[in-house]
Antibody, heavy 120, light 107 residues
Framework: EVQLVESGGGLVKPGSSLKLSCVAS????????MHWIRQAPKKGLEWIAL????????YYADSVKGRFTISRDNSKNTLYLEMNSLRSEDTAMYYC?????????????WGPGTMVTVSS | DIQMTQSPASLSASLGETVTIECRAS??????LAWYQQKPGKSPQLLIY???SLHTGVPSRFSGSGSGTQYSLKINSLQSEDVASYFC?????????FGGGTKLELK
């Protein structure tokens, strides 16, 4: 059974940093691209970052480019999102998601999410 | 960026009814479209990918169709457990973008 479990969220002040983790199990983590997607309270979904299975390519949404860094450790089955210069508009539930099995960058399994609140 | 416009934003339907949710892309996305269901307080779950392929374990009352810029999700014989928000997502082109969502409630 595929499982993704995020952690590392919390309440932080504007301008600060935070690092999220996502531990994966139930599939061969090192064979799949992984994403971070966020959802502001009562809002829609926003894709924010992708990392290829071998870390060879990384893509970011414009809203986080230059501030957030996605990375992974395949030996630990863990995905990361390092977030710097946090802003109030970064307040959201952050989900990690696995790339689907077939061609195409859809998300076939999601974690339960970790909440990040940026407020003074 | 490809804009995804979903309609309606909210929908009220009766048990057993057939429901259709629409998603329009700002340009041709060549069937690179997925649908997700999100129940209150939960993370989204994949229903449909490649516009019309049913994800493993998803009930057959859910179906997807469409092409080009117009896509739809149909739920046959609405069940109480289908009360949720539904989102479309295009993955034809980076950055991957979502529709604004449709909140489905029981009448």
């Amino acid at each position: 059974e595929v499982q993704l479990v995020e952690s590392g969220g919390g309440l932080v002040k504007p301008g600060s940093s935070l690092k999220l983790s996502c531990v994966a199990s139930g599939f061969t983590f090192s064979s799949y691209g992984m994403h971070w997607i966020r959802q502001a309270p009562k809002k829609g979904l926003e894709w924010i970052a992708l990392i290829y299975y071998d870390s060879s390519n990384k893509y970011y949404a414009d809203s986080v480019k230059g501030r957030f860094t996605i990375s992974r450790d395949n030996s630990k089955n863990t995905l990361y999102l390092e977030m710097n210069s946090l802003r109030s508009e970064d307040t959201a539930m952050y989900y990690c998601a696995k790339k689907g099995d077939t061609y195409g960058w859809y998300f076939d399994f999601w974690g339960p999410g970790t909440m990040v609140t940026v407020s003074s | 960026d490809i804009q995804m416009t979903q309609s309606p934003a909210s929908l009220s339907a009766s048990l057993g009814e057939t429901v259709t949710i629409e998603c329009r892309a700002s340009e041709d996305i060549y069937n690179g479209l997925a649908w997700y269901q999100q129940k209150p307080g939960k993370s989204p779950q994949l229903l449909i990918y490649n516009a019309n392929s049913l994800h493993t374990g998803v009930p057959s009352r859910f179906s997807g169709s469409g092409s080009g810029t117009q896509y739809s999700l149909k739920i046959n014989s609405l069940q109480s457990e289908d009360v949720a928000s539904y989102f479309c997502q295009q993955y034809y082109d980076y950055p991957w973008t979502f529709g604004g969502g449709t909140k489905l409630e029981l009448k």
